[in-house]
Every structure is written in C-alpha cells, then in structure tokens.
C-alpha cells in the first residue's frame, strides 16, 4: 500500500513557474514507475509525464515538453515536478500517481494521491 501526498499547486501568472512535490509512503518506493496526471472538471484525465523507478527514464506528453521536468528522490520517497513558462491551458488539478508498470495509462495506475489545483491566469 501507497500513499500519496502532493503539495505545491497554486495561482500564477502566464510564464510563470510552479514546482509540485509528491511524497509517498512506504519503504519500496523506487520500484514504482511514477507519473503525473492532470485533469480538468468535465473534462477526461490527461497523462502529463512518467519516471521509471531509477529514475533514469521519461517520457513526457507532447503539450508539456520541453516546459515541465520531472524528477525523483528515492531516499526521500519524492517526486517532483518543475513547471516553468505555464500556460492557461496547464490549469487543472494534478494528481500523483504510482504504478508498477511504466506506462501511460491510468488505468494501469495503482495508487493516487487527492491532487492539488494549478490556476494560470492569462
């Protein structure tokens, strides 16, 4: 069993950079791939991007590359995502997921954690 905790979301500008952080429970954290998701109210979850448990592997969506950075620190059973030039339409709650699998689906996503709300105001 995993938990999830992610903390760092709030209001910035257009340009702007927010770095969100992730902090699971548990002793075996760095055999799970980890990944980021987002989702908009009514709209379907978007996968964002994914680290593998070395974190020697990503892979990001098309929408946030070369703009978003993951990254992991198994002894501090975190991870992390760097936002940097945000858009409007980055807006949305991100949640932390953990899967066994490297992967970007959700289904195949085995623990979440509540998310917290990105606001980009243009």
């Known amino acids: 069993q995993v938990q999830l905790v992610e903390s760092g979301g709030g209001l910035v500008q257009a340009g702007g950079s927010l770095r969100l952080s992730c902090a699971a429970s548990?002793?075996?954290?760095?055999?799970?791939?980890m990944a980021w998701f987002r989702q908009v109210l009514g709209k379907e979850r978007e996968f964002v991007v994914c680290i593998n448990g070395a974190g020697t592997t990503t892979y990001y969506a098309a929408s946030v590359k070369g703009r978003f950075t993951i990254s992991r620190d198994n002894a501090k059973n975190s991870v992390y995502l760097q936002m940097n030039s945000l858009k409007p339409e980055d807006t949305a709650v991100y949640y932390c997921a953990a899967s066994y699998k490297y992967t970007d689906h959700d289904l195949e996503y085995n623990y979440w954690g509540q998310g917290t709300q990105v606001t980009v105001s243009s």
């Open positions: 548990g002793r075996t954290f760095g055999v799970y791939t």
